[in-house]
T-cell receptor, first 114, second 110 residues
Framework: DSGVTQTPKHLITATGQRVTLRCSPR?????VYWYQQSLDQGLQFLIQYYNGEERAKGNILERFSAQQFPDLHSELNLSSLELGDSALYFC?????????????FGPGTRLTVT | GEDVEQSLFLSVREGDSSVINCTYT??????LYWYKQEPGAGLQLLTYIFSNMDMKQDQRLTVLLNKKDKHLSLRIADTQTGDSAIYFCAEKRSTDKLIFGTGTRLQVFP
């Protein structure tokens, strides 16, 4: 158990809908990262937040957005869902300082779009 | 490009050593990582190496880094059935994001 929690574990929804994935980082970690794992694209970085501020952006679609709240939990919002958005979405966290080189992953949320 | 490449599959006998290989493209990579993913589970950080090191050993795991050839390997000594999983290498470049390889599925048979 990495200490990173994600909810829900599974999510099934229809095309065109909007969903919110939630992540709680490990205690003391200030950075939160979101990654998408799909069969065709592999594991891809989406976005990083550090202490509430967006730090880096990857291959995140405009239909997707994220935020990190004052209590450091993060939410990833996916809207106008398409079949191709079906994937495993992982959240990871890392501590500040020299520990920031270690990213600890949560169990993931499996999203199925039908 | 951003490609980090790994062979797709490795099969070893229980008790033997496993060597999983990875090649990366960016010479500015600062840290290189090995993660393990078991079925239905998240990614478990196994070990990582700073780019100015050649080798790192952690119990049954040995990481070798050849910076000149941009080649990273993970050796698992005395491989057990519980080591069966998908192993991902990843590199960290100038930002904190990780670039992951395609993953190597390790199958351990008795």
């Amino acid at each position: 158990d990495s200490g990173v929690t994600q909810t829900p574990k599974h999510l099934i929804t229809a095309t065109g809908q909007r969903v919110t994935l939630r992540c709680s980082p490990r205690s003391g970690d200030l950075s939160v990262y979101w990654y998408q794992q799909s069969l065709d694209q592999g594991l891809q970085f989406l976005i990083q937040y550090y202490n509430g501020e967006e730090r880096a952006k990857g291959n995140i679609l405009e239909r997707f957005s994220a935020q990190q709240f004052p209590d450091l939990h993060s939410e990833l919002n996916l809207s106008s869902l398409e079949l191709g958005d079906s994937a495993l979405y992982f959240c990871a966290s890392s501590p500040p300082g020299t520990g920031r080189y270690e990213q600890y992953f949560g169990p993931g949320t499996r999203l199925t779009v039908t | 490009g951003e490609d980090v490449e790994q062979s797709l599959f490795l099969s070893v006998r229980e008790g033997d050593s496993s060597v999983i290989n990875c090649t990366y493209t960016d010479s500015s990579s600062t840290y290189l990582y090995w993660y393990k993913q078991e079925p239905g589970a998240g990614l478990q950080l196994l070990t990582y190496i700073f780019s100015n090191m050649d080798m790192k050993q952690d119990q049954r795991l040995t990481v070798l880094l050849n910076k000149k050839d941009k080649h990273l390997s993970l050796r698992i000594a005395d491989t057990q059935t519980g080591d069966s999983a998908i192993y991902f290498c990843a590199e960290k470049r100038s930002t904190d994001k990780l670039i992951f390889g395609t993953g190597t599925r390790l199958q351990v048979f008795p």
